[in-house]
């Protein structure tokens, strides 16, 4: 049994690190490792079904060009955030729920975190079983009826429960395997592209994209896509680097999944999605002779976005059905694992109630359907850029907190954790919302960058007029351990 004792506001104490896997205890420096040895954890996450997708869009929105430089810029913001985040994680030893009780929230308001990783991480496990349902569609020439969804999500469903609750060792110690077979299998459709089918690479590289006018209209298409990930891919980041061992390590730990997601996935997405494209549309003529040139062209369009999976089946049949399988369900037990315990630290936060978090996997997976329900993958680009503006914002808070109000300094004996931090809370709600109101009213399509910007410039001039302590308490250690008591509770992504 390995245990640690904590500042207050950490909610841990004496705990099982077996049982927690340091949820709600800061990391002991004999367990902590160097950044390359995490970096395939963030590797892992950026090579998933719904970023091939998210890639795959950009190039055919903005042209390879413009999508290339998109990527590097987003992947350069992505390692910014990444490392500056990952430096306080890195102090506390905390997730990045849990870190944001020291920097920028305080104790209760780090539900309204919580609620943002949820609401992020179950809308990627609801988009990444739709990915997979409409690939087994496809796979099996199946109607998409209600009885056919009923089943196949119910079948999914219950197969994420099961590996969250009983089988997340074992994805999380197959991760490595079968992140190398998923980056094997796509290059064995680039091979199959231009290799046996002759396509021309060089096509795929001058391709200009489909959004009319000039640089402007392309470039802003493209980083209102992919730049909204940059939170997302920090946040997750984040969760790691309270295993990192040095500094050091948090950088390299922090440019690992932004790269991969931005850059590489960038260029594999585009040799397989553009190049690929006349095989798609091929092989949807040859399996409906009512379509039309136009119309099978349309529908390999849709694709891209809405059945990413779909290049898998029809350059790679069976291996490549069962690779986005394998694949995703390491993935998706990560999710509904992860959003389990965001719901479980929501509730816990709010009420100091300790559900379990068997029952959270089941509320988070019931919350995954209702997104599907909803809609998601067809407003998947709606959903990417409102995530982006309450994950920036939340972004924008804690690094403003920690370096511009704090310095940059923590000491785990003398820092005290408010229960509110009404700062942090207002500018939260304002700068979101901002980011939000721009893009829903078509007046900014990049509100989620003004939302990052505004929280850093609002929220120093709020901590001025509302100090430490205004219209609060803080939380005392007592009151910490003895919230910290139950088993499960707190952060989300606990893994590496």
Same mark, same amino acid.
């Given at each position: 049994?390995?245990?640690?004792?904590?500042?207050p506001?950490?909610?841990?104490?004496?705990?099982?690190?077996?049982?927690?896997?340091?949820?709600?205890v800061?990391v002991?420096?004999?367990?902590r490792?160097?950044?390359?040895?995490?970096?395939?954890?963030?590797?892992?996450?950026a090579?998933?079904?719904?970023?091939?997708?998210?890639?795959g869009?950009?190039?055919?929105?903005?042209?390879?060009?413009?999508?290339l430089?998109?990527?590097?810029?987003v992947?350069?913001?992505?390692?910014?955030?990444g490392?500056?985040?990952?430096?306080?994680a890195?102090?506390?030893? =905390?997730?990045?729920?849990?870190?944001?009780?020291?920097?920028?929230?305080?104790?209760?308001?780090?539900?309204?975190?919580?609620?943002i990783?949820?609401f992020?991480?179950?809308?990627?496990?609801?988009?990444?079983?739709?990915?997979l349902?409409?690939?087994?569609?496809?796979?099996?020439?199946?109607?998409?009826?209600?009885?056919?969804?009923?089943?196949?999500?119910?079948?999914?469903?219950?197969?994420?429960?099961?590996?969250?609750?009983?089988?997340?060792?074992?994805?999380l110690?197959?991760?490595?395997?079968?992140?190398?077979?998923?980056?094997?299998?796509?290059?064995?459709m680039?091979?199959?592209?231009?290799?046996?089918?002759g396509?021309?690479? =060089?096509g795929?590289?001058?391709?200009?994209?489909?959004?009319?006018? @000039?640089?402007?209209?392309?470039?802003?298409?493209?980083?209102?896509?992919?730049?909204?990930?940059?939170?997302?891919?920090?946040?997750?980041?984040?969760?790691?680097?309270?295993?990192?061992?040095?500094?050091?390590?948090?950088?390299?730990?922090?440019?690992?999944?932004p790269?991969?997601?931005?850059?590489?996935?960038?260029?594999? @997405?585009?040799?397989?999605v553009?190049?690929? =494209?006349?095989?798609?549309?091929?092989?949807?003529?040859?399996?409906?002779?009512?379509?039309?040139?136009?119309?099978?062209?349309?529908?390999?369009?849709?694709?891209?976005m809405?059945?990413?999976?779909?290049?898998?089946?029809?350059?790679?049949?069976?291996l490549?059905?069962?690779?986005?399988?394998?694949?995703?369900?390491?993935?998706?037990a990560?999710?509904?694992?992860?959003?389990?315990?965001?719901?479980?630290?929501?509730?816990d936060?709010?009420?100091?109630?300790?559900?379990?978090?068997?029952a959270?996997?089941?509320?988070?997976n019931?919350?995954?359907?209702?997104?599907?329900?909803?809609?998601?993958?067809?407003?998947?680009?709606?959903?990417?850029?409102?995530?982006?503006?309450?994950?920036?914002?939340?972004?924008?808070? =804690?690094?403003?907190?920690?370096?511009?109000?704090?310095?940059?300094?923590?000491?785990?004996?003398?820092?005290?954790?408010?229960?509110?931090?009404?700062?942090?809370?207002?500018?939260?709600?304002?700068?979101?919302s901002?980011?939000?109101?721009?893009?829903?009213?078509?007046?900014?399509?990049?509100?989620?960058?003004?939302?990052?910007?505004?929280?850093?410039?609002?929220?120093?001039l709020?901590r001025?007029?509302?100090?430490?302590?205004?219209?609060?308490?803080?939380?005392?250690?007592e009151?910490?351990?003895?919230?910290?008591?139950?088993?499960?509770?707190?952060?989300?992504?606990?893994h590496?």
């Amino acid at each position: 049994m390995s245990s640690t004792t904590n500042p207050p506001g950490s909610t841990g104490s004496t705990l099982s690190a077996a049982a927690e896997d340091h949820a709600l205890v800061s990391v002991p420096a004999a367990e902590r490792r160097s950044g390359h040895q995490l970096a395939l954890s963030p590797v892992s996450v950026a090579t998933a079904l719904v970023v091939f997708a998210i890639a795959g869009f950009t190039v055919v929105l903005a042209g390879f060009t413009v999508g290339l430089v998109v990527g590097a810029l987003v992947a350069a913001f992505g390692v910014f955030l990444g490392r500056a985040l990952g430096r306080m994680a890195f102090e506390t030893g =905390m997730s990045s729920t849990i870190t944001s009780r020291f920097f920028g929230f305080g104790l209760r308001g780090s539900s309204i975190g919580s609620a943002i990783f949820a609401f992020m991480i179950l809308g990627f496990l609801a988009m990444e079983s739709a990915l997979l349902y409409q690939g087994t569609l496809l796979m099996f020439d199946l109607p998409d009826s209600w009885a056919i969804r009923v089943l196949l999500y119910g079948l999914m469903t219950l197969l994420w429960i099961g590996l969250a609750v009983f089988g997340l060792k074992l994805a999380l110690r197959a991760s490595g395997v079968l992140t190398a077979v998923t980056l094997l299998v796509t290059i064995y459709m680039i091979i199959h592209i231009y290799v046996i089918e002759g396509a021309d690479p =060089m096509g795929v590289f001058r391709y200009a994209g489909v959004v009319p006018g @000039g640089l402007w209209p392309k470039f802003e298409a493209a980083v209102s896509v992919m730049g909204a990930t940059a939170g997302t891919i920090a946040l997750v980041t984040t969760d790691f680097a309270r295993y990192c061992r040095t500094r050091r390590d948090v950088t390299v730990l922090a440019a690992a999944g932004p790269v991969t997601q931005n850059v590489l996935m960038t260029v594999l @997405g585009s040799l397989v999605v553009i190049g690929g =494209m006349p095989d798609v549309v091929t092989y949807l003529m040859d399996h409906d002779k009512n379509l039309t040139p136009e119309a099978a062209g349309a529908a390999g369009s849709d694709f891209v976005m809405q059945n990413t999976g779909a290049f898998f089946v029809i350059f790679a049949a069976w291996l490549g059905f069962v690779t986005i399988y394998a694949a995703q369900a390491k993935a998706q037990a990560i999710n509904a694992y992860s959003g389990s315990l965001s719901l479980v630290n929501l509730v816990d936060a709010l009420t100091g109630r300790k559900p379990g978090r068997a029952a959270m996997v089941v509320v988070g997976n019931v919350i995954a359907l209702v997104m599907i329900g909803a809609g998601i993958l067809e407003k998947f680009s709606t959903y990417l850029a409102y995530l982006g503006a309450m994950t920036l914002g939340m972004c924008g808070v =804690m690094i403003a907190d920690y370096y511009l109000v704090r310095r940059a300094r923590y000491d785990s004996r003398t820092h005290r954790v408010e229960k509110w931090n009404w700062a942090g809370v207002i500018t939260l709600a304002v700068s979101a919302s901002i980011g939000m109101v721009l893009m829903a009213t078509d007046v900014f399509a990049l509100g989620f960058l003004v939302s990052f910007v505004a929280a850093l410039l609002l929220y120093p001039l709020l901590r001025k007029w509302l100090p430490e302590g205004t219209g609060t308490s803080f939380a005392a250690s007592e009151e910490a351990v003895e919230e910290a008591e139950g088993e499960d509770i707190g952060g989300h992504q606990d893994h590496a």
